[in-house]
């Protein structure tokens, strides 16, 4: 099934003649009206501290329910990158964080309510301190230090977040 499949009537004037344009576009062919399925734009933080460890939790949802996974989430609209990734390290772990330094991008899809979302995930390094209380709320189960030396990517649950651990253990 071609993503989308699921988009079958306009979203402006509701006709069901909601056609496809091409491979990433659906006309609609009464009014005029063409959607372009784009890549959400998702953050995800590298989060280290003095000593040098990641910050890594553990998944309390689906998907990869219970798969290591770092703190990150969906940009809302109408906000930046660095505003999205403060306002899910505040909803994950309950801090406040100040600079940040962006590293990278990659791709990656997403299954969500029974959509394959694509993402282009923007990966960010974030230094705090490890006296700071951390704990995980929202959709992370637990959180946890480590030090770069015994993460295994693989351990990762979704696809991009396993490749960024890559690159970065890499740099």
């Known amino acids: 099934m071609h993503y989308l499949d699921k988009f079958r009537y306009c979203p402006v004037c509701g006709s069901p003649r909601f056609e496809e344009h091409d ?7 009464d009014c005029g009206f063409t959607y372009y399925f784009n890549s959400a734009a998702a953050v995800v933080a590298i989060i280290v501290n003095e000593k040098g460890e990641m910050l890594v939790g553990r998944r309390g949802e689906e998907p990869a329910k219970g798969t290591l996974d770092l703190i990150g989430g969906f940009a809302d609209c109408g906000e930046g990158a660095e505003d999205a990734m403060r306002r899910e390290i505040k909803e994950e772990i309950g801090l406040e ?14 299954f969500y309510s029974g959509l394959l979302v694509h993402t282009t995930d923007m990966f960010f390094q974030v230094h705090i301190h490890s006296s700071v209380l951390i704990e995980a709320h929202d959709d992370m189960a637990a959180c946890w230090w480590v030090n770069p030396e015994e993460i295994a990517p693989e351990d990762f649950g979704l696809d991009s977040i396993r490749e960024g651990v890559r690159k970065f253990l890499k740099l």
């Not at 491979?23 to 062919?29: D, E, L, N, T, V």
């Open 23 to 29: 491979f990433k576009s659906k006309r609609c062919a």
């Open 97 to 110: 964080v100040g600079d940040m330094t962006y590293l990278f991008s990659l791709p990656n899809t997403y």
